[in-house]
């Protein structure tokens, strides 16, 4: 194996290595072991920075009478003002003058050095992406664990769980802006042979007003000055999820795109930005086949029909139900109607005649029909299993022809949407874990982007939208 490549390391770092030595070798004496060393040299560097971030935040402070900020004038209030921001390496207690926009009479006030710094939720930029993109997969605590870690200072659980929210609010609300600022950035590999697609949903834990009819009302008699939170209740709801693939022709994964939002969010919109993502892949590569690939659900109908509102009119779409949800009717039969155990393999018989024969389905469904007449009895298990399959096939035979598919090394299967909908929950289904819905739409929202691996190119825009030019009226 070639030995890496030696780093390049500049005469400044050269420089800077030298004096923490010396610095170190002050605080942990001769006798110390690497690790002690390690540690004194990332707290010299952790000071430096620290100081080095405050002085730029205090450079920043703005002290005129009047400024302006996007063609308006805005003047210098007397009070004072201060906050707290948090950077990398800790807290920046910063003193400065409010302003308010001229003319207006009790309008919102500004933070200059807010806007110049691109303040985003009381923390530095580089701060606050760090904390989103942890929060995408760990909770506050796992957030603050992490950053402790890794040498860094987190501000508390509670401020990181508050702000993160609101961060991913603003987030999710930008979601498909984003989306088309990482795609103008991204490139799609050459070798793309094919594109799968589909939704699905999840169930999540959802902390909700109760009812007040019947919430439980309190049995205190003595005197309560606190007034207690009203009552709430815990309910699951099902989530949306989507996932675009791309494959090679060998019908090997090269990437997956992510999405998510909360239950009562807009399924179409969901949908439109699945589709416009699968259009852009077509720009470049407009004869792949495009399987939007799905179990039955008929809500998840808005997915085809944004495929063919916003796809070429020559795009090759096909739609099919997942090979998986189908078999799973299936082998309910086999299960209901067979052997224990299934001695005969007919789990394996229906599988090998679907993925061989296109018209496979056709016979299945024959089979399953001679089956109904000739069962035993009324309302029994074998009897329920197999109207149950009969009734899943009925509407759908067009869409369950996979054999040509599947010898073509093309997407039959929703697997790429099953795990999108795995992973999400990973985040949200903690133990203990009930969201209120602004909550889990930020959180939907952030690990969809890190789980494409968009987080970077999607928080770049995202970031400029918190700097604003501050100039001394003239």
């Not at 990332?42 to 996007?70: K, N, P, Y």
């Not at 919102?108 to 806007?115: F, Q, R, S, V, Y």
């Not at 094919?194 to 169930?203: F, K, N, P, Y």
Request: net charge negative.
């Amino acid at each position: 194996m070639a030995a890496p490549a030696r780093r390049v390391v500049s005469d400044t770092a050269r420089r800077l290595a030298a004096f923490i030595n010396e610095e170190i070798a002050k605080v942990v004496g001769p006798h110390s072991t690497f690790e002690q060393r390690q540690a004194a040299a990332c707290a010299v560097m952790s000071d430096t920075l620290w100081f080095r971030t405050d002085g730029e935040l205090r450079d920043g402070l703005t002290t005129a009478d009047e400024i302006e900020v996007e063609d308006r004038r805005y003047y210098r209030l007397e009070q004072a003002s201060s906050a707290t921001y948090h950077s990398p390496w800790g807290s920046h207690y910063v003193e400065e003058a409010l302003y308010r926009e001229a003319g207006v009479h009790n309008g919102p006030t500004i933070k200059p050095i807010e806007l110049h710094i691109g303040i985003i939720e009381h923390m530095t930029p580089d701060m606050a992406r760090i904390v989103g993109e942890l929060s995408a997969d760990k909770s506050s605590r796992g957030v603050e664990r992490t950053l402790r870690t890794t040498g860094l200072v987190p501000p508390s659980r509670a401020f990181i769980a508050k702000h993160t929210t609101e961060m991913g609010i603003e987030i999710a609300d930008q979601a498909g802006d984003l989306e088309q600022a990482a795609r103008s950035i991204e490139i799609v590999p050459t070798e793309v042979a094919s594109v799968s697609t589909g939704l699905d949903r999840m169930s999540v834990r959802m902390t909700e007003p109760a009812d007040v009819d019947v919430a439980r009302t309190s049995t205190r008699t003595e005197p309560y000055e606190r007034t207690p939170p009203p009552p709430k209740e815990h309910h699951y709801r099902k989530a949306w999820v989507g996932s675009t693939s791309i494959y090679d022709a060998d019908g090997t994964e090269l990437h997956t795109w992510r999405y998510a939002v909360e239950a009562d969010a807009d399924p179409t919109a969901l949908a439109n930005r699945v589709a416009n993502d699968v259009a852009w892949i077509l720009k470049s590569h407009p004869n792949v086949p495009v399987h939007c690939v799905q179990d039955a659900a008929p809500e998840l109908d808005r997915l085809p029909e944004a495929l063919a509102r916003i796809l070429p009119k020559n795009a090759n779409v096909v739609e099919l139900v997942d090979l998986e949800h189908l078999m799973g009717y299936l082998e309910g039969v086999v299960d209901a109607c067979e052997e224990a155990g299934d001695p005969h393999d007919w789990k394996g018989w229906y599988r090998s005649q679907l993925l061989r024969d296109d018209g496979a389905v056709d016979t299945i469904w024959r089979k399953l029909r001679a089956l109904a007449a000739r069962l035993p009895g009324r309302g029994t298990e074998a009897r329920k299993a197999v109207a149950a399959a009969l009734s899943y096939i009925r509407a759908r035979k067009s869409k369950m022809r996979y054999a040509t598919h599947y010898a073509a090394n093309l997407p039959i299967g929703s697997g790429a949407t099953e795990s999108t909908c795995w992973q999400m929950q990973q985040r949200v289904k903690l133990p203990g874990q009930s969201w209120d819905k602004p909550g889990l739409r930020g959180v939907l929202a952030m690990r969809a982007l890190v789980l494409s691996d968009r987080w970077l190119a999607a928080w770049t825009p995202y970031a400029a939208t918190h700097r604003k030019e501050v100039r001394v009226a003239a």
